[in-house]
C-alpha cells in the first residue's frame, strides 16, 4: 500500500494501491527518478480519470483538493 499526503500542510490524505501509484507515474509529469510528489489541478484529475483512473484514487483526490483547484501530493510506501 502507498500513503498519499499533502505536500503543501503534510495532511496525511489516505492510502492507495500500488497499482493507483503505478497509474499516477504512468501519467504524470516526474522532474527525476528520485521524484516522489505530484501537482493535480482540476483540469489533469478530468484528463486522469479520462485515461481511467480508479473511482477511489479520483474520490480520494477530489476530497483532498475540496473548493481548492488544485493539489500537490507525495506519496511513500508501507
Not at 20 to 30: C, G, I, P, R, S
Amino acid at each position: 500500500m502507498v500513503r498519499l499526503i499533502d505536500r503543501s500542510t503534510g495532511k496525511y490524505l489516505g492510502r492507495i494501491t500500488d497499482e493507483d501509484l503505478k497509474f499516477l507515474m504512468d501519467n504524470l509529469e516526474e522532474e527525476d527518478l528520485s521524484d516522489i510528489d505530484y501537482y493535480i489541478n482540476r483540469e489533469t484529475l478530468d484528463l486522469l480519470k479520462e485515461k481511467g483512473m480508479s473511482d477511489d484514487l479520483a474520490a480520494l483526490l477530489e476530497g483532498a483538493m475540496g473548493e481548492g483547484d488544485e493539489i500537490e501530493i507525495g506519496y511513500e510506501k508501507v
